[in-house]
């Protein structure tokens, strides 16, 4: 193996592999975009009740000029949404507002849905999965185990429209047999060359995945799609601790994150697993060779490029340090929910 910290990194069984990916980073949502703090993080500090976040879609682009998405944002249209989950949105107070949809922003980098090889679902809420219904049927859809099996219309409650799937593959994937171990985390070896993985990353909802990234030989980027929704989900822990310490030790006597999940109704389908979950990506987030970007982290605006940009060249640029400990900076939208 390339080298140990607190596990190893996988390389191809050659032990030797260079294969990388080129990642793209689009927010399909407006900064206006807020949810309720209540719903995704606890505790909720006095004013502090909504959430400014993101909505990351991510592009990948490998050297054999296969392209594929990690996730497509929500769509623009929310009439096209099943009843049950339209519904839903107004009742639990998200406020997503769609200016230019997934779609359009690749078309505006230079991107045809016609190249898009692939799409990977980290899990089956609406504003990861898009609109599916402008990509060609020859698109492959990769969906996590334990996805909700449940359709509209044929189940009037269903919050997944039938019409994503029908006409097209549909690849459930499974993880009796993966190709590596990254961090205590299963993963598949998407390419089959060590360039890019889908790793199991179960609690937050049913089916839920991330992906693991090599976008140079010793640097890579984990998208770590809805394991949480604030970086004091994961921060601090003891490891972080050694590799990138809180700035003026504000928070170094502390040796768990400062924040965690709300108890009761949630956004979180199951809150012993995703804690389990978010410990193991907090061991990989530690690390110097890994920058992890989750799909609404508050504090990363401003940050990371995005598209047309790559994310690449991250560690080159220092957005590993900047991003670490953002949200205790005045200003930060991250900042004041600790």
């Known amino acids: ?38 719903l995704f993080i606890s505790p909720v500090k006095p004013g502090k009740e909504v959430l400014s976040v993101p909505d990351y879609a991510f592009l990948i682009e490998h050297p054999s000029g296969r392209k594929i998405m990690f996730d497509l944002g929500p769509l623009k249209d929310f009439s096209k949404l099943p009843p049950a989950m339209a519904n839903l949105l107004p009742q639990t107070g998200l406020d997503i507002i769609v200016d230019k949809e997934i779609t359009e ?73 993966p190709d590596a171990t ?20 179960p609690g937050h909802w049913p089916g839920h995945l991330a992906g693991f990234a090599r976008v140079k030989e010793d640097s890579f980027i984990l998208l770590g799609a ?11 822990n003891p490891h972080i601790h050694k590799t990138f310490p809180c700035p003026g030790g504000i928070l170094s006597h502390l040796s768990k994150p400062v924040l965690t999940l709300p108890e009761g109704f949630s956004f979180y389908a199951d809150n012993v697993t995703s804690l389990a979950s978010m410990e193991k990506v907090g061991i990989l987030d530690a690390h110097p060779d890994v920058f992890l970007i989750t799909a609404h982290d508050p504090s990363m605006p401003g940050i990371i490029a995005l598209a047309p940009e790559t994310l690449d060249n991250w560690k080159e640029l220092g957005w590993k340090t900047k991003a670490a400990w953002a949200f205790l900076q005045e200003g930060n939208k991250g900042y004041g929910y600790c």
């Open 105 to 177: 922003q690749l078309q505006d980098s230079g991107v045809s849905v016609d190249e898009i090889d692939s799409i990977i679902w980290s899990h089956s809420h609406f504003d990861h999965t898009g609109d599916m219904s402008l990509f060609p049927s020859t698109v492959k859809l990769y969906i996590g185990k334990e996805t909700d099996p449940k359709r509209y219309p044929a189940d009037p409650e269903a919050w997944i429209l039938e019409s994503d799937f029908i006409g097209r593959e549909v690849v459930e994937l499974s993880w009796e047999k």
């Open 182 to 201: 990254i961090g205590g985390i299963p993963a598949l070896d998407f390419f089959g060359d060590g360039s890019f993985y889908l790793m199991e990353v």
């Open 1 to 38: 193996m390339k080298r140990a910290f607190f596990y190893v990194i996988p390389t191809l069984s050659s032990q030797k592999s260079s294969s990388t990916v080129s990642v793209k980073a689009f927010n399909v949502c407006t900064p206006e975009t807020n949810l309720p703090t209540g």
């Open 226 to 236: 809805d394991t949480c929704h604030h970086p004091g989900q994961l921060r601090p």
